[in-house]
């Protein structure tokens, strides 16, 4: 616990940010990084953690993962930011906050390194891993050319059903659908599903994520099948060595650790922003075929990619794929056993550290950790847990960007794509010079 004047009063003013929700991601990000300042004893970085082999173990080569949104990917994202912490990676963050234009795609003028001693000062990344919409030629452009490039999907009828639970009040035609409820005294996801046509623009860039979301994230036309669409699944086959599966999390963890060389130790986790069992809607017969039907490319983009999983783990092994992901249940749950006191914590009983960011409309459920942790595992178990806004300011001030978040250097000369060059390709912005 936070102890002083000073720092209870920052306490203060989190707690009343927290409880009206304000919109600003700016300014929490900012309260977030004094707070991480506060706990960084915490977060000391914890180089006795690693076990006896991981000295002779090869360094995972350059990855980019791409979080679609509301696949569970935010857990696959905490297991990069603790690798990537642990290796001293150079990660590629937005310029501002935890993603990168998003839902626009202009990536490269939103990536910005600096590193702080310590940490590798390279003219390539290691790790991105941030929100993005995925554009592969600026992706290539940014990564080196030995990227493992890799994502996940999962069950569209449940990734709809999240986004929806997640984004009603910031997706256009989920707020009018939610407007309409109020009149109708129905549910707004059943309000929308009657008629989604009726709320959806698709001329709205906002309105990205009301229909087949997945393939929207993907960079793939999502408003309807096109005769492109044969193509763009085989380039994204091409460019993803493996695309993981939320409903065979587990599995899908054993194979990115094949790929990866990493073992159950490293991928060992707690299931992160998830929702309370009151914000998650219970779907009837009729309500999934709904979804289905107006989500019918995200079925057919993770139909596709299913069959391709089953392949891999097929070349990889049934019978051994089933014995690795049971050692990975084993290492998960001895770690949440040393640091997990209770899960599922409502955001109001948990400190300002480890409460994920709330919304409108969906609660948001954390994590409260054992006492008398030792000072190593305090530092693992915090990390483990730790959602990803607060992992983004922790990593920011890491690697030198701390002040990048109140100020902004001036351009210097313009390169390629309109991007500005600060002197010695410190930071790079957009032709407009604005964050994300």
């Not at 006795?48 to 080569?61: I, Q, Y």
């Not at 999934?288 to 783990?313: C, I, P, T």
Request: hydrophobic share 40%; charged share 25%.
């Amino acid at each position: 616990r936070f102890t002083g004047t000073s720092e209870m009063t920052l306490l203060w003013l989190s707690r009343q940010l927290w409880r009206h929700r304000v919109k600003g991601l700016l300014v929490t990000l900012v309260v977030t990084v004094v707070l991480m300042l506060l706990a960084i004893q915490s977060l000391q970085p914890d180089s006795t953690r690693g076990h006896p082999t991981e000295s002779k173990r090869r360094r995972p080569p350059p990855l980019a993962f791409l979080k679609i949104h509301k696949t569970g990917s935010s857990t696959v994202q905490n297991l990069l930011f603790r690798l990537g912490e642990k290796e001293k990676a150079a990660f590629a963050f937005p310029y501002y906050t935890y993603q990168f234009a998003y839902p626009e795609r202009p990536l490269l003028p939103q990536v910005a390194q600096r590193q702080r001693r310590g940490w590798k000062c390279a003219a390539q990344f290691d790790i991105l891993c941030s929100h993005m919409r995925l554009d592969l030629a600026q992706l290539r452009q940014v990564m080196p050319q030995n990227t493992v490039f890799f994502t996940l999907l999962r069950d569209p009828v449940r990734t709809f059903e999240s986004v929806f639970s997640y984004f009603t009040a910031t997706v256009p035609a989920f707020a009018q659908a939610k407007a309409a409820a109020a009149v109708a005294r129905k549910s707004a996801l059943s309000v929308f599903l009657e008629s989604p046509e009726s709320f959806w623009d698709p001329g709205e860039i906002r309105n990205g994520l009301a229909k087949n979301p997945m393939c929207f994230d993907l960079g793939l036309n999502s408003q309807g099948w096109n005769a492109s669409w044969p193509e763009d699944l085989a380039q994204l086959e091409d460019a993803f060595q493996l695309v993981m599966i939320a409903e065979h999390f587990d599995e899908s963890l054993v194979l990115l650790g094949a790929l990866l060389g990493l073992d159950h130790e490293d991928l060992a986790y707690v299931r992160l922003n998830a929702r309370s069992a009151g914000s998650v809607a219970t779907l009837d017969e009729g309500t999934v075929g709904r979804l289905r039907s107006w989500n019918a490319l995200d079925v057919l983009l993770y139909d596709f990619f299913l069959q391709l999983f089953w392949e891999k783990a097929e070349l990889y092994g049934l019978d051994r794929l089933e014995r690795d992901a049971a050692l990975l249940r084993e290492a998960a749950e001895r770690l949440r056993q040393t640091c997990v006191a209770r899960r599922g914590v409502p955001p109001g009983d948990l400190e300002d550290l480890l409460r994920p960011w709330q919304t409108d409309t969906a609660t948001v459920v954390g994590y409260e950790l054992r006492a008398n942790l030792s000072q190593q595992q305090q530092g693992r178990c915090v990390r483990l847990t730790l959602p990803e806004l607060q992992y983004h300011a922790h990593l920011y001030f890491l690697q030198g960007r701390l002040d990048s978040l109140f100020t902004r250097p001036p351009p210097v000369d313009k390169g390629e794509h309109g991007i500005h060059l600060h002197r010695g390709g410190e930071h790079l912005r957009g032709k407009d010079g604005r964050g994300t």
